[in-house]
C-alpha cells in the first residue's frame, strides 16, 4: 500500500530527526520487507518501500528530489 506523507516547512534546527539524502541519492532511502510504501507529499518519489505500518515514527524526510520536508508521524 502507497501513503503519500504530510509535507511540512523547514523544522527549527535541533527540534526533529531529519532523514537528509543528497540530491542523486539512490531511493528508497529506507527498505524493509513490509507492504507499506511511503511516497513525497509533493512529488510522489518513493522515500520508504516496504515497511510495516508503525515501524518508523517521528521522522522527517527531506526529498532529494523536490527539496520538501516529509513527516512521519
Known amino acids: 500500500m502507497d501513503i503519500k506523507?504530510?509535507?511540512i516547512p523547514k523544522?527549527?534546527?535541533?527540534?526533529?530527526v531529519v532523514l537528509e539524502p543528497k540530491l542523486g541519492e539512490v531511493l528508497p532511502v529506507i527498505t524493509g520487507n513490509g507492504?507499506?510504501?511511503l511516497?513525497?507529499?509533493?512529488?510522489s518519489a518513493?522515500?520508504?518501500e516496504g515497511i510495516n505500518n508503525g515501524q518508523i515514527r517521528d521522522i522527517?524526510?527531506?526529498?532529494?528530489?523536490c527539496r520538501h520536508f516529509?513527516?512521519?508521524?
Do not use: Q
Not at 523544522?11 to 526533529?16: C, I, L, N, S
Open 5 to 7: 506523507l504530510k509535507v
Open 11 to 16: 523544522p527549527k534546527p535541533y527540534t526533529r
Open 35 to 37: 507492504d507499506l510504501n
Open 39 to 43: 511516497l513525497c507529499g509533493n512529488c
Open 46 to 48: 518513493v522515500l520508504v
Open 60 to 65: 522527517i524526510i527531506h526529498c532529494p528530489i
Open 70 to 73: 516529509n513527516e512521519i508521524p
